[in-house]
């Protein structure tokens, strides 16, 4: 049994946290970022963040791309390498990430249902998407 790369491991997460990054900020600017000024406006959302969000976000998605591609490694052996076993592993971790805490937010949250929908299919694209970019990177130890 081959052991996990590690080096390649972490090269291709950031490559996934790039991904993840990058679709977060599509989503949230180009998407919905009018809806959700307006949620800002009506007093849904604060207007600016308790604490510096946006460099803490970047590591978290980082770290979780790092995360997704350790996990990717990790079930290769049983799953078999490629794309499949990738989009299967970004897929379940994109809803574990993206489902419990919107629908929360959809049923108790002040915004309606829109904005924590387009934050779950955020979270999922964005896993599958960043898994499949690192698991592209990523090589067994030889």
């Not at 308790?50 to 460099?55: E, H, I, L, S």
């Not at 770290?63 to 390498?81: D, E, H, Q, S, T």
Request: glycine share 14%.
């Amino acid at each position: 049994m081959a052991t996990i790369n590690t080096g390649r491991v972490i090269q291709g997460g950031l490559l996934a946290g790039l991904v993840i990054n990058v679709i977060c900020w599509v989503n949230n600017s180009l998407i919905i970022g009018q809806r959700l000024m307006v949620a800002q406006q009506h007093g849904h959302f604060l207007q600016q963040p308790r604490f510096p969000f946006m460099p803490v976000w970047l590591i978290l998605m980082f770290l979780a791309g790092i995360g997704l591609v350790w996990l990717y490694a990790a079930v290769r052996p049983r799953l078999g390498p490629g794309p499949g076993t990738a989009l299967k592993v970004g897929i379940v971790v994109g809803l574990f990430m993206g489902v419990p805490d919107n629908v929360a937010n959809a049923a108790w949250g002040l915004s309606g249902g829109y904005l924590p929908t387009m934050w779950m299919i955020e979270h999922v694209v964005g896993c599958a998407l960043g898994t499949l970019v690192g698991a592209w990177f990523y090589r067994e130890a030889a």
